[in-house]
Antibody, heavy 123, light 113 residues
């Protein structure tokens, strides 16, 4: 059974950078049959996919256009984790942030979600 | 981006009765290479992350009770709870994963009448 443990700060000031980490157990971040995604949820924007990283002989990343200029998702194979960095945070970025997994065994749908991290951006 | 629109926004059903909710996508989510609709349904309870119920529009995830069923193709989909139980009170989301950016519906809230 996979477990995904999120860590990172819950309170930021405007213009600061969000850094969240998702530590994986029971699976491998470098698996050739999984992708690792960040999704956020807020009352105003609903569920919003932010981006993903995955390994297929080399590392790939995809990002949502809405955050492309200020997002970075990276993986650490030694620690078996992946991370989200979102720059220039504003109050509109206030949301619950989830790390998630996609695997072929569930039709390539998101089959597992981390516990979520409430991130509040306020001065 | 593919826009997902769910209806109704909320639904009140008596225990043991059927609950049906709908999801419409602005573009087809059918992958013609494998004839699979890349449409999933999630259940979210307060304070919890979403839980996968259905993928490929109609395939139940392992461990999901068979009172949950999904149907539809291309742009029109539905999720049915055949006999509503108290533990089914939640918000239900549809989600397309046929093309990036993946998108979600706004949710349907299911309550007990």
């Amino acid at each position: 059974q996979v477990q995904m443990q999120q860590s990172g700060p819950g309170l930021l000031k405007p213009s600061q950078t969000l850094s969240l980490t998702c530590a994986i157990s029971g699976d491998s971040v470098s698996s050739n049959s999984a992708t690792w995604n960040w999704i956020r949820q807020s009352p105003s924007r609903g569920l919003e996919w932010l981006g993903r990283t995955y390994y297929r002989s080399r590392w790939y990343n995809d990002y949502a256009v809405s955050v492309r200029s200020r997002i970075s998702i990276n993986s650490d194979t030694f620690k078996n984790q992946f991370s989200l960095q979102l720059n220039s945070m504003t109050p509109e970025d206030t949301a619950v942030y989830y790390c998630t997994r996609v695997r072929g065994g569930s039709g390539w749908a998101i089959d597992f979600w981390g516990q979520g991290t409430l991130v509040t951006v306020s001065s | 981006d593919i826009v997902m629109t769910q209806s109704p926004d909320s639904l009140a059903v008596s225990l043991g009765e059927r609950a049906t909710m709908n999801c419409k996508s602005s573009q087809s989510v059918l992958n013609t290479s494998n004839n699979k609709n890349y449409l999933a349904w999630y259940q979210q309870k307060p304070g919890q992350p979403p839980k996968l119920l259905i993928y490929w529009a109609s395939t139940r995830e392992s461990g999901v009770p068979d009172r949950f069923s999904g149907s539809g193709s291309e742009t029109d989909f539905s999720l049915t709870i055949s006999s509503l139980q108290a533990e089914d009170v939640a918000v239900y989301y549809c989600h397309q994963y046929t093309s990036i950016p993946w998108t979600f519906g706004q949710g349907t809230t299911v309550e007990i009448k």
